[in-house]
């Protein structure tokens, strides 16, 4: 599926109309970056620039100016024969303007030139914030040039604005055929994490089921990972953001699978958790149910007009309870609820938006308040419990036991709907999947 025309068309539209007259935005797309010696990084555009324009070319820059009408006009790498042989073709500057359906295209040599002749007599200049380090100088010098032809009639922009509370703001609520790119990536995710769970059999080490996990996503037609892929075994998943995948399997532990395809530039993002021999050892399956219903609990909350925290404190309610009643936490249900005692054993918030970016853009809070659930948005939800080794205050069964479960849900009318369906997810489900793939590990 690629994304029609019209929906960046409609982007740029809707952005537009929420900014006064006389304003210019300005929006990269970013650069190649080295590796190391002449090797890249694999390109990916800025998500606001693809947002806009669905163009997935380095080194262009898209102006969208609002004066009389909205114009757009966008700069990219000029046709190059030479480097088109050893680097790929470039859409080059005399198709963009009808390829990607904006007003006019320039060369990127021409960005110094262009951009001094858009600016003239615009008296806001919007560009986020967050980049602005990279177009702060260029950005002066453009505008002391303007002002320089103050006597010839021409006005220079007098503000300097960030894009980002505007821009962010509309990907929070994401269209129809955002959500339909989303439920795509989740899909693919489910796919990946059915594959890694079904390699476990076959695996000795965590990267080679980050290789069946991700050679999988690759069949579905992704183009790439939406993050780098997290495979952490036995002690490692207690690493929250563990991305080596190095470590031996050792039998009897836990794995512990974060990762998720990217599909239209829009992320899956989904964590499973799963015996390496495909049995739960009855503390790990203990542990186990508590999350998942810590899970459910948080998801049962989501729909329109609840405010975001509740998901957390649905998640912290469920699992302070169960810790209390394994031993792992000791008082009173409330007090340690206050007294955030469950923190140290699950030391994250519940979910995070998602949508180009899998900790996508947009505002948690507003004016200090945390924000209400919209139909549109959507999130993930993951609660866990993490019980390193160091917890020498526990019971030695417990440790070395890392959990998360985590599924992506789109805020409907009604509620929510999980996009990440088709996993097995209570203990028994799992055990069932996963015995047709174990051959003589189970033993």
Avoid at 77 to 100: N, S, Y
Avoid at 149 to 154: D, E, F, L
Avoid at 169 to 190: D, F, P, T
Wanted: glycine fraction near 6%; aromatic fraction near 8%; charge should be negative.
């Amino acid at each position: 599926m690629t994304l029609p025309l019209s929906f960046y068309q409609e982007n740029r539209q809707k952005l537009m109309a929420q900014l006064p007259d006389n304003s210019v935005v300005i929006v990269p797309s970013g650069g190649e970056k080295i590796r190391n010696r002449d090797v890249e990084f694999l390109f990916r555009p800025e998500s606001d620039f693809f947002y806009l324009t669905g163009f997935g070319e380095p080194d262009s820059v898209l102006v969208l100016m609002k004066m009389d009408d909205v114009e757009s006009h966008l700069f990219v790498r000029p046709k190059d024969p030479k480097q088109e042989t050893w680097q790929g073709r470039r859409l080059g500057v005399e198709c963009a303007a009808e390829t990607l359906g904006v007003n006019h295209a320039w060369c990127i040599d021409e960005l110094d030139e262009g951009i001094l002749s858009l600016l003239e007599n615009s008296a806001s200049v919007y560009l986020s914030f967050s980049q602005s380090s990279d177009w702060v100088i260029s950005l002066y010098e453009w505008i002391s040039e303007l002002k320089k032809k103050i006597r010839q009639g021409v006005e220079a922009p007098h503000q300097i604005c960030d894009l980002d509370p505007v821009l962010h703001e509309m990907r929070v609520i994401k269209s129809e055929v955002e959500i339909k790119c989303l439920r795509q990536a989740a899909a693919i995710s489910v796919q990946g994490h059915l594959a890694a769970m079904k390699s476990v059999s076959s695996s000795s080490f965590e990267y080679q089921v980050q290789a069946e996990l991700e050679a999988e996503f690759v069949r579905q037609g992704s183009p790439r990972v939406a993050f780098n892929s997290i495979i952490a075994s036995g002690k490692n998943a207690c690493v929250l953001h563990y991305t080596e995948n190095r470590s031996a399997i050792e039998p009897g532990v836990l794995v512990l699978v974060d990762a998720g395809a990217e599909w239209q530039g829009y992320a899956g993002d989904i964590t499973s958790t799963f015996p390496a021999n495909g049995v739960f050892s009855p503390a790990q399956a203990q542990l186990y149910t508590l999350v998942l219903n810590a899970q459910q609990a948080a998801i049962r909350t989501i729909k329109p007009g609840v405010s975001y925290d509740v998901v957390h404190q649905a998640s912290v309610q469920v699992l302070t309870q169960g810790l209390l009643e394994l031993g792992l936490l000791k008082g009173s249900l409330e007090q340690l609820i206050e007294d955030e005692a469950f923190k140290c054993f699950f030391m994250h918030g519940t979910g995070h938006w998602l949508g180009m970016d899998v900790h996508d853009v947009g505002q948690y809070k507003k004016q200090q308040k945390w924000r209400s659930f919209e139909v549109g948005m959507v999130l993930t939800v993951e609660p866990g419990l993490y019980i390193s080794a160091e917890h020498s205050q526990v019971d030695s069964k417990w440790h070395n036991i890392g959990i998360r479960i985590e599924d992506d849900v789109v805020v409907t009318e009604s509620g929510c709907e999980i996009l990440t369906k088709g996993l097995p997810r209570t203990v028994n489900e799992i055990e069932t999947w996963m015995r047709p793939f174990l051959g003589t590990k189970a033993s």
